[in-house]
């Protein structure tokens, strides 16, 4: 007399796969895949699961029904344990960040006192290159009516 089937399921967090098989090895390769899920801990019998009606109808073959998506999976997750804080090594790391925060905000005024006085230095240097221009449109205006004044006469 053949076996009874039994209802096995896994997810991967988008669908959930759900089988009637005599066995896990079945299950497995009704699953196509060369991972023993079983052993993972990701795939176990389950007899009441939302599919197993559809699976014992039609044994082996393979019911695949969305689940929650990423959010789901996610949410799944094992949260992280909140880490011990150690009073003193909490301080070290304060005074390290205020020591951080000051070096941060000298260096910001340093450069903005650098730009301004870049600032300063280029506006010096137009104005000269300003007077210069001027000062040699005087002369050239100068010397060039000096030497029409010569070659007309």
Same mark, same amino acid.
């Given at each position: 007399?053949?076996? %009874?089937?039994?209802?096995?399921? =896994?997810?991967?967090?988008?669908?959930?796969?759900?089988?009637?098989?005599?066995?896990?090895?079945? @299950?497995?390769? &009704? =699953?196509?895949?060369?991972?023993?899920?079983?052993?993972?801990?990701?795939?176990?019998?389950?007899?009441?699961?939302?599919?197993?009606?559809?699976?014992?109808? &039609?044994?082996?073959?393979?019911? *695949?029904?969305?689940e929650g998506g990423l959010k789901a999976a996610v949410d799944k997750l094992p949260t992280p344990k909140p880490k011990k804080v150690d009073g003193a090594a909490e301080a070290r790391r304060k005074q390290a960040l205020a020591e951080a925060e000051a070096a941060?905000?000298?260096?910001?005024?340093?450069? *903005?006192?650098?730009?301004?006085?870049?600032?300063?230095?280029? *506006? @010096?240097?137009? %104005?000269?290159? %300003?007077?210069?221009? !001027?000062? =040699?449109?005087?002369?050239? %205006?100068?010397?060039?009516?000096?030497?029409?004044?010569?070659?007309? !006469?």
């Open positions: 007399m053949a076996r %009874a089937p039994k209802v096995f399921t =896994w997810s991967d967090g988008f669908h959930r796969y759900t089988v009637a098989a005599t066995s896990r090895a079945k @299950a497995l390769a &009704a =699953w196509e895949t060369d991972r023993d899920l079983f052993k993972e801990g990701v795939a176990a019998e389950a007899p009441d699961a939302p599919d197993a009606r559809a699976a014992l109808a &039609a044994p082996g073959a393979v019911i *695949r029904r969305a941060l905000e000298a260096a910001e005024t340093e450069q *903005r006192d650098a730009e301004a006085d870049l600032e300063q230095r280029r *506006r @010096a240097l137009e %104005a000269e290159a %300003a007077a210069l221009e !001027r000062s =040699w449109a005087a002369r050239r %205006a100068k010397l060039t009516k000096t030497v029409e004044g010569l070659r007309s !006469r």
